[in-house]
């Protein structure tokens, strides 16, 4: 088996080490509100619940109906 130099040992940690942190979970959700005949709904409040925790999250449509809740994790 060969050797690692120091420094091809350090790159392959640099690599692990950014590989680990990548996996990191992370998520959005987006959607866009809209009444029964199609249009959207600016001002509306949108309210996400992790069922597991309990936490909820509130957001507002914009003028355009779009909502988003970002950088979710296991709240």
């Known amino acids: 088996m060969r050797n690692l130099r120091p ?3 350090s790159a392959l940690l640099l690599v692990l080490a950014c590989g680990l942190g990548w996996a990191q979970f992370n998520s959005n959700l987006q959607g866009i509100v809209q009444d029964s005949s199609g249009g ?3 001002g509306a409040s949108v309210k996400l619940r992790n069922v597991a925790t309990n936490v909820v999250d509130e957001a507002k449509t914009n003028t355009d109906g779009y909502y988003r809740f970002t950088l979710l994790s296991g709240r």
Request: proline share 17%; charged share 0%.
């Open 7 to 9: 420094v091809g040992a």
């Open 40 to 42: 959207v709904v600016p």
